[in-house]
């Protein structure tokens, strides 16, 4: 190949350095300026009269996403929103608790009980599990991460009702990834059940509004979780200083960037959170639980067995269950309150179909 | 026999040959190889034992660590392989293994040097001489600062702190634009998975020194304007080590019957040591054994051969009176760093990596920089002049910029002369690296009184050095409850999590200080 001469090369920098710039400006013209969390104090949650509405039945079972079209009382304006679950089909209990057993059973019994998850995992869809993977200090024993059996066990239901792909993720707040996800076990029982663990790596990360933000109105948040056909929530049941527990409203944080201006008015800005990020379901792993020092851990005696897998399609119902299992009232926990004040869900256990089911074993 | 007129036109055209070819091949493997060791450096999985291999076969680092701690370390056994090499070859290391030198010649600027130019003068080949004798004069007293100018630690840092992380924020750069185009994104996110996190890191490395480093290093290599290979001829202390030990070397540059005194020879000897006016004869502490002049000669003049004996001593090379003052030169710069206020009252941030906290801690580091690249969570930073100018470059713990994660013990593992023990996981826990204090009045609970307990909540240790306690606060006329974190001192350790992960901007509500009580060790 004959040299090329300075002059010629000097060309094809500019020609690569402005296409570059250049799409970036495109690029910056689509996206929206980044707004820092705004200056709030501490404003008090509007106590607004208790929100008794039921999540609605639907007549036929749901499946999979793009229920727009189905849907009655989605609050949502915009298709850039997680879609708010619909319930659970007829027929089917609100929300499952099973007991007893191998952590992979305990969420297999859960599902079977649920009615199937091929009521909410179409042919070919595409599946993000978000389980908590918060840091790479110790073992699964330790309960400060979710039960790599649990996610394990998820995996392959998802895969056995025809999901396209699989991908578990999180990023940890102590370690890095990678080592994260081999020090908690969960890569390995992703890995054995034919899912992939995935990365969320920096240039995926979009600015999106938050229409029905009460203190938060946009957040940067990772692009795929906002477009996967279905996200699975899995958190693992902590005792958290701040939060009072750590659930499946907090363990979302694990999908936006700026966490630290989270934790001002941290109840509202999780239902905030939750409104833009709605999982389709929510797992709430209580095979371990972590009565105190949370959400770090590392003193195996504030570990509690319980053998227990909470599911709902109702994030609020979800951790009301699971604060009960502390012995907590659910609207004392800040975020509950807040979220079913948004609508989001409901904390009134009693007036919920719950079915509990357990390993006959 | 002075020659300061040699008039040398180091023409653009290099000869080649099959030698040359083996040569060349060999340098890139080598530079190949130290540049893979690198970027495997970040991986949790590779021995650190074998990824310090490059610094431990290092000589000038092995001895100088020898003269400062008066105990030989069973992995620096690897140098001596060098200096064997070095003592039947002579410096075939800067001429064949050496990646500083690979890349001074892969970067060369033959074409930018003024044709005709006259070379820099012989005598300043000494200047490395009188480096690397201070360099060993400092460290029999204690002292390791010089370090720094070692070749190996050069291209190591210059890579760890400025090369990769502005190769890696042109890939985000690169990687952000073309994920906006529809049809591209797909590849974008293929190409992230395979190159992140072996190559590239998941999160942006950040260092202080990243402007610096890069600096100095195309300083050395914007030196080759005036020559080539000007850093190992003039200024490298390695150089002049292995060139002191390439007196007696076996294997020697000789010229033979059939030189017709064409001078091609001298004109493609890259260190200029081939001399017209002594018959061409070259100096053996100056010869990288490049072959180069091998390949040149259309005659047959010049071969390598097998001999006893010691070359001549030049006028460059170190005498009595050079080592006498070079001695009182290092004794002086010594003397003059104690009397430095950092020996008396430490910096109260200074930081260092779990297990080397001490006063002997800088008579031990090398400088290599190993530890600051291994580091995760970039939590350890090249030292500057605020922790003491013996310091200079030595890694410290800037918790602001990363915490010391409570499951990594790498820079333990990577360090090529212990300075950094190697810990268990238990024991490594164990360390006090500082003790974190809080400041009230900037703290968001404390000052504020607002709910905020986010270092309580990333505190590692499992029964929490930061603790909460719940209080009534009247202010503004309603009053609320708030937790306030507070330290418990005893169980601290200062990894700097806490510091590191406060939301306050700039200066952290709760930071991390030296340990101890002065005048009680910790």
Redesign the interface.
């Given at each position: 190949m004959a040299k090329m001469s300075r002059r010629e090369f000097l060309q094809y920098l500019a020609l690569g350095v402005g296409g570059?710039s250049l799409?970036?400006l495109?690029?910056s013209c689509?996206r929206e300026k980044e707004t820092i969390f705004p200056t709030a104090?501490?404003k008090p949650v509007k106590i607004s009269p208790t929100d008794t509405r039921k999540i609605p039945d639907t007549a036929q079972p749901q499946i999979g996403t793009n229920t727009a079209d189905l849907v009655e009382e989605v609050e949502t304006s915009t298709s850039e929103v997680r879609p708010k679950p619909t319930g659970t089909p007829q027929g089917s209990p609100d929300l499952v608790v099973a007991r007893g057993g191998e952590p992979e059973e305990i969420v297999r019994l859960a599902f079977s009980a649920l009615g199937g998850m091929e009521q909410y995992v179409s042919k070919g869809a595409d599946v993000i599990i978000k389980p908590n993977i918060c840091?790479?200090?110790y073992t699964y024993e330790y309960a400060t991460t979710t039960n790599p059996w649990v996610v394990g066990g998820l995996v392959k239901l998802c895969l056995e009702a025809g999901a396209g792909r699989v991908r578990v993720m999180d990023y940890p707040?102590?370690?890095?990834?990678?080592?994260a996800y081999g020090?908690t076990g969960i890569q390995e029982q992703v890995q054995a059940a034919g899912g992939e663990m995935?990365?969320m790596?920096?240039?995926?990360y979009v600015s999106k509004e938050i229409p029905d933000g009460r203190d938060i109105r946009s957040v940067e948040i990772f692009d795929d979780i906002l477009t996967a056909d279905v996200l699975i929530d899995v958190p693992i049941a902590k005792h958290?200083?701040?939060a009072g527990l750590t659930l499946g409203m907090k363990n979302l944080l694990g999908v936006i960037k700026n966490r630290?201006?989270m934790?001002?008015?941290?109840g509202q800005r999780l239902a905030d959170l939750s409104s833009l990020a709605y999982p389709t379901l929510t797992v709430v792993d209580a095979v371990r639980m972590l009565m105190d020092?949370g959400?770090?851990?590392?003193?195996l005696d504030d570990v509690k067995q319980m053998d227990t897998v909470i599911i709902s399609t109702d994030i609020v119902a979800a951790d009301s269950y699971a604060a009960t299992l502390f012995g907590r009232q659910p609207r004392d926990l800040g975020f509950i309150a807040a979220g079913e004040d948004m609508g989001l869900g409901t904390s009134s256990l009693d007036e919920l179909r719950i079915e509990q089911v357990n390993a006959s074993a | 026999m002075a020659h300061n007129s040699t008039k040398q036109t180091y023409q653009a055209w290099r000869p080649s040959g099959a030698w040359i070819t083996v040569r060349k091949a060999v340098q890139y493997l080598a530079l190949v190889i130290f540049i893979l060791f690198f970027v495997l450096s970040r991986q949790?999985s590779v021995n650190g034992d074998i990824l310090n291999i490059p610094m431990r076969l290092d000589p000038l680092l092995t001895i100088a660590h020898l003269f400062s701690n008066r105990i030989f370390l069973v992995g620096s056994a690897l140098s001596l392989l060098t200096l064997l090499l070095t003592l039947v070859f002579g410096r075939a290391w800067c001429g064949w293994l050496c990646p500083l030198g690979t890349v001074l010649d892969l970067i060369s600027l033959d074409r930018w040097r003024v044709p005709d130019a006259n070379p820099p003068r012989e005598s300043w080949r000494s200047v490395k001489y009188y480096l690397l004798l201070t360099i060993l004069f400092a460290a029999l007293l204690g002292n390791l600062t010089l370090l720094i100018f070692d070749p190996l630690t050069i291209l190591y840092r210059t890579l760890s702190a400025s090369i990769w992380p502005a190769l890696d924020q042109i890939v985000?750069?690169?990687?952000?634009?073309?994920?906006?185009?529809p049809f591209l994104s797909n590849t974008?996110?293929s190409f992230?998975?395979w190159v992140?996190?072996v190559i590239l890191p998941?999160?942006?490395v950040y260092n202080r020194n990243a402007l610096v480093f890069a600096v100095v290093f195309l300083g050395i290599i914007t030196l080759n304007l005036a020559a080539p290979r000007f850093w190992c001829r003039y200024l490298c202390p390695l150089g002049g080590l292995l060139g002191l030990f390439s007196k007696v070397a076996l294997v020697r540059r000789e010229v033979i019957e059939g030189c017709k005194g064409c001078q091609l020879c001298t004109q493609v000897c890259p260190t200029g040591t081939i001399n017209p006016d002594l018959d061409y004869s070259s100096d053996s502490s100056e010869c990288t054994m490049c072959l180069d002049c091998l390949e040149a000669c259309p005659r047959g003049g010049v071969a390598f051969k097998a001999r006893m004996g010691r070359s001549a001593w030049r006028e460059y090379d170190p005498g009595r009176r050079h080592a006498i003052a070079t001695l009182g030169t290092a004794a002086a710069g010594v003397a003059l760093l104690r009397s430095l206020p950092e020996f008396t009252r430490e910096p109260p941030h200074l930081l260092r990596p779990p297990g080397a906290q001490g006063n002997d801690f800088l008579s031990k580091c090398v400088r290599c920089g190993e530890c600051v690249r291994v580091c995760?969570?970039n939590a350890l930073q090249p030292a500057q002049l605020e922790y003491g100018s013996d310091g200079v470059w030595s890694p410290a713990i800037v918790p602001r910029l990363g915490?010391c994660?409570?499951?990594?013990r790498a820079c333990g593992q990577i360090c090529p002369v212990e300075a950094i023990p190697a810990l268990t996981l238990e024991d490594k826990r164990l360390q006090v690296i500082g003790k974190a204090y809080i400041d009230k009045n900037r703290c968001?609970a404390w000052g504020d009184n607002?709910?905020?307990?986010?270092c309580?909540?990333?505190?590692?240790?499992?029964?929490?050095a930061i603790r909460?306690e719940e209080k009534q606060i009247t202010s503004g006329g309603s009053t609320?409850q708030i937790?306030l974190p507070y330290v418990e001192r005893d169980l601290c350790i200062g990894c700097g999590?806490c510091e590191n992960?406060?939301?306050v901007n700039g200066e952290a509500a709760i930071r991390v200080y030296i340990p101890g009580d002065a005048g009680l060790p910790f």
């Open positions: 570059v799409s970036q495109f690029a689509g104090t501490r840091h790479a200090y707040f102590g370690g890095t990834p990678e080592q020090k995935a990365f790596p920096g240039f995926k958290h200083s701040l630290a201006a934790h001002r008015n941290l020092h959400p770090t851990g590392g003193n | 949790r985000t750069a690169l990687e952000r634009a073309l994920y906006q185009v974008v996110v992230d998975t992140r996190p998941t999160e942006p995760p969570s915490y994660d409570y499951s990594c968001i607002q709910e905020c307990i986010v309580e909540e990333m505190c590692p240790i499992p029964d929490k909460l609320v937790q999590i992960k406060c939301p």
